[in-house]
């Protein structure tokens, strides 16, 4: 059986609506519910949630939480996948290449930009794409949303088509 991890950190993806504030809010980690809808016969996912954070809100210091609990990880030998909010999403992924530079498994960054369990909500494709892609993968670290893989330091978050895109060369 293949192991996964996946570290869940908020963003969209695990957004709900509050009743009591009219807003749409990060509280509880939702990714599990999500997970049993999955077909994973011979995968088992172990979720880590580390945070549950709006990305625009998270800190330096939940970067080096998040590579911390990462390093604990890896020596394992097993991929990893995150869920992130996309707005900060290509900022963490450039610093978890930096944080290290000799991956020996595929890192994958993924969220949604409508949250799970909304009408139309592209999270559970995304989650189900970036487990395909920590399977099929060589060592890096990914943006995997919307049928597409990027290397995390060749790609931008593009606001007008809502998904994201090759970045430009500088």
């Given amino acids: 059986m293949r192991t996964i991890y996946l570290i869940t950190t908020g963003g969209t993806i695990e957004k709900a609506y509050s009743e009591q504030s009219?807003?749409?809010?990060?509280s509880a980690s939702k990714i599990g519910q999500y997970l049993k809808l999955l077909r994973l016969p011979d995968c088992e996912v172990r979720v880590i949630p580390l945070m549950n954070k709006d990305s625009l809100e998270m800190?330096?210091?939940?970067?080096?939480?998040?590579?911390?609990?990462m390093g604990?990880?890896?020596?394992?030998?097993?991929?990893?996948?995150?869920?992130?909010?996309?707005?900060?999403?290509?900022?963490?992924?450039?610093?978890?290449?930096?944080?290290?530079?000799?991956?020996?498994?595929?890192?994958?960054?993924?969220?949604?930009?409508?949250?799970?369990?909304?009408?139309?909500?592209?999270g559970q494709q995304n989650l189900a794409e970036s487990l395909l892609a920590a399977r099929l993968l060589g060592p890096g670290v990914f943006v995997v949303l919307h049928g597409q893989v990027f290397p995390a330091d060749q790609v931008r978050k593009d606001r007008e088509s809502a998904t994201f895109v090759w970045k430009e060369r500088e």
């Fill in 59 to 69: 800190t330096a210091e939940d970067r080096i939480g998040l590579v911390s609990e």
């Fill in 72 to 122: 604990r990880l890896l020596p394992e030998g097993h991929p990893i996948v995150i869920t992130h909010g996309t707005d900060t999403m290509v900022e963490t992924g450039v610093y978890i290449q930096k944080a290290f530079p000799e991956l020996k498994v595929p890192v994958i960054l993924t969220g949604a930009m409508t949250p799970l369990g909304f009408e139309g909500s592209d």
């Fill in 22 to 26: 009219g807003m749409v809010l990060n």
